[in-house]
């Protein structure tokens, strides 16, 4: 069995009886009933994930992953290619928005190459699982071969054990690279059946020519391919990046070793719901953080089933939006942990 289908097989739904318990614990805290609400939602999810009614406070990290795509160069990005490389060395010396976000939430940053065009050097805090130098230009042909799709994913998911390894209880996802919202369009467009004018955007902040000519390059890569919606590893290899494929590795990774992911914006949430189609049970692991001003994000949310936690007109990537969430996280946690109950703190309780 390979370590794919043998991950697959681990993944189990969230723990329904821990939730249920955990909500009758925050029922009999201070506070009218559900007054706290999707607060306690989130309390009771991350305990069935983690699969205890008494979680410790998270230890907190964050899978920022980046490659190029061959789709860049049909100009469907405000920005040149060799910008996914420069910002995977930004993040690795701390100048980008995710440093700041991270180091306030106080999670680790795990920063991945997995196939820019133009090979970084040698740089201790940039994890090398390059796949290729960035994916073929899918309006010719595959953007990957599934060999190379199942290879992300697999980097994906043997660094989501690790982590889970090194005990951290609590995994943020996001990615850095040109044109990727473009391969992120062309997946949701498949994989949720939705028109391609839905769910394809302004990316980068392109203007509404550009936007018309990815919306027509997505069209021919689709006309080019012919990717089966049914087999979701066809869809990857054909649409996908290898940034994409690895996220949705970690994210079946977690979901295997009890792990919730705190998912970012748009591309995550496309290499999420890569994750979930391979593995449905998965879709219980995931926290979603925001949604963003890209268009097709409300669609995968809903195809995900999930709703966010918040709206703050983001649409940078690079894990914020997970960053952002991981305070509510803790304050659930905290909610659960520290707040007295009606008897201990000697106040009546109402009852209903």
């Not at 097989?9 to 559900?34: F, G, M, N, S, Y």
């Not at 701390?94 to 939430?105: F, K, T």
């Not at 999930?306 to 703050?312: G, M, S, V």
């Not at 952002?324 to 803790?330: E, S, Y």
């Amino acid at each position: 069995m390979t370590t794919l289908a043998a991950t697959i097989a681990q993944i189990r739904e969230p723990d329904r009886h821990v939730a249920e318990t955990v909500q009758r614990l925050l029922d009999a805290k201070t506070k009218p009933r559900r007054s706290l609400g999707r607060l306690e939602d989130l309390a009771c999810q991350i305990a069935a994930i983690r699969g205890t009614t008494a979680p410790e406070p998270a230890r907190k990290a964050i899978v920022v992953m980046g490659a190029d795509h061959g789709v860049a160069a049909e100009g469907v990005s405000a920005f040149p290619q060799e910008v996914t490389r420069q910002m995977l060395l930004n993040f690795a010396r701390g100048g980008a928005a995710i440093n700041a976000l991270a180091r306030q939430a106080g999670a680790r940053l795990i920063v991945v190459d997995m196939g820019v065009v133009t090979a970084l050097p040698d740089e201790p805090d940039i994890r090398a699982c390059r796949i290729a130098a960035g994916t073929q230009c899918f309006t010719r042909g595959p953007a990957m071969t599934r060999d190379q799709a199942i290879a992300a994913l697999e980097a994906g998911i043997a660094l989501a054990g690790e982590l889970a390894g090194d005990g951290i209880t609590l995994v943020g996802i996001g990615e850095m690279g040109i044109a990727n919202t473009t391969a992120a369009s062309a997946l949701a467009a498949v994989l949720t059946g939705s028109p391609i004018d839905a769910v394809t955007g302004r990316g980068t902040g392109i203007s509404d020519a550009v936007i018309a000519h990815k919306r027509e390059v997505i069209r021919r890569a689709i006309e080019t391919n012919r990717p089966d919606p049914g087999d979701p590893l066809d869809v990857l290899a054909k649409l996908g990046g290898f940034e994409i494929a690895g996220l949705a590795g970690v994210a079946l990774g977690c979901a295997a070793a009890g792990v919730p992911v705190v998912v970012d914006g748009f591309i995550s949430g496309a290499a999420a719901l890569v994750a979930v189609r391979l593995a449905p049970a998965a879709a219980g692991a995931l926290v979603c953080s925001h949604c963003s001003l890209e268009l097709g994000h409300r669609i995968v949310l809903a195809a995900l089933d999930r709703k966010p936690l918040f709206e703050l007109e983001l649409r940078l990537g690079e894990a914020s939006g997970a960053a952002l969430a991981m305070p509510l996280i803790d304050a659930a946690l905290a909610i659960l942990r520290d707040m007295a109950t009606f008897d201990a703190a000697e106040v009546t309780d109402s009852g209903a």
